[in-house]
C-alpha cells in the first residue's frame, strides 16, 4: 500500500476550474495504477478517473469526460485531476485511490485510498 494526501478542493463557482493535486508515499510509484472518486453528499462512492500504471491509457466516467484531465508527475509522485467548465453536479468528495499493477475503474479493486478533498461548486 501507499499513503496518499489530497489537496485543492473548495469552493468555486459553476463554469471555472479547479485542479486536484494527491501525493503519493513510496519509490515505485510509476508501478501503481491512480485514479480519482468521488462521492456526491448522500450517494455512493463513484468512479470519475483512472491512469495506468506504467504510461498505461486513461480513462473516464462519462458525465466527466471531456472536462476533466487525469496526468501525473512520476518524478514527484504525484497525481492531478485538472476538472474544467464545473457543474453544481461536480459537487462532491474527491478521493485518489492506487492500486498496484491492475487497471480497473472499480473502486473495490483499490486498496490505497487519500482522506478526501471537498470540491463545492455553485450555480
Known amino acids: 500500500q501507499v499513503q496518499l494526501v489530497e489537496s485543492g478542493g473548495g469552493l468555486v463557482q459553476a463554469g471555472t476550474s479547479l485542479t486536484l493535486s494527491c501525493i503519493a508515499s513510496g519509490r515505485i510509484f510509476n508501478s501503481y495504477t491512480m485514479a480519482w472518486f468521488r462521492q456526491p453528499p448522500g450517494k455512493e462512492r463513484e468512479f470519475v478517473a483512472v491512469?495506468?500504471?506504467?504510461?498505461?491509457?486513461?480513462s473516464y466516467a462519462d458525465s466527466v469526460k471531456g472536462r476533466f484531465t487525469i496526468s501525473r508527475d512520476n518524478a514527484k509522485n504525484t497525481v492531478f485531476l485538472q476538472m474544467n467548465s464545473l457543474k453544481p453536479e461536480d459537487t462532491a468528495v474527491y478521493y485518489c485511490?492506487?492500486?498496484?499493477?491492475?487497471?480497473?475503474?472499480?473502486?473495490?479493486?483499490?486498496?490505497?485510498w487519500g482522506q478526501g478533498t471537498q470540491v463545492t461548486v455553485s450555480s
Open positions: 491512469d495506468g500504471w506504467r504510461g498505461g491509457s486513461s
Open positions: 485511490a492506487a492500486t498496484f499493477g491492475l487497471y480497473s475503474t472499480n473502486r473495490n479493486e483499490y486498496n490505497s
